[in-house]
């Protein structure tokens, strides 16, 4: 949720390199009530962690162009960021094990379109779906 809400817009103080902390963004949805982890790590296996969806709540347009994640847990190597709509996959996804051997469920989020490094705009009072 931090990284999220950081690159929001010019309305609070500075977070360092260039960001701005705002305020334009409220975090909504299931990402929001609690700690999100998993139980059996393995090293090598790959995670994926949703951040909340968000709500524009200032009275003009936001356009979110980028993520910067802020604090990174000692041993956790990010290999990148993914950027999927709820209108194009079959709902929110909080968490997520990549496995080499998928089991009947299980959901390959590679198949949906990604936005990453594409800007969306938020419009005023929306709920995005990314």
């Keep these: 949720m931090t990284a999220l809400l950081a690159l929001a ?3 609070a ?3 360092g390199g260039g960001v701005t902390a705002g305020t334009a ?3 909504e949805g299931p990402g929001t009530s609690g700690s999100l982890g998993f139980s059996d790590v393995k090293v090598g296996d790959v995670y994926r962690m949703a951040f909340p969806l968000t709500r524009n709540t200032p ?3 936001v356009s979110v162009t980028g993520v910067k994640l802020l604090n990174i847990p000692a041993g956790i190597k ?3 960021y993914a950027v999927y709509s709820v209108k194009d996959t ?8 990549e496995t080499a051997h ?3 469920g299980d959901v390959d989020l590679d198949r949906y379109p990604n936005y990453a490094g ?3 705009t938020i419009k005023p009072g929306a709920l995005s779906d990314k």
């Design 13 to 15: 103080g500075s977070t």
């Design 25 to 27: 963004l409220q975090a």
């Design 90 to 97: 079959p709902g929110y996804r909080l968490g997520y094990q």
């Design 59 to 61: 009275k003009q347009a």
């Design 118 to 120: 594409h800007p969306y």
């Design 102 to 104: 998928p089991t009947a």
């Design 9 to 11: 817009t010019g309305r």
């Design 78 to 80: 990010v290999l990148g």
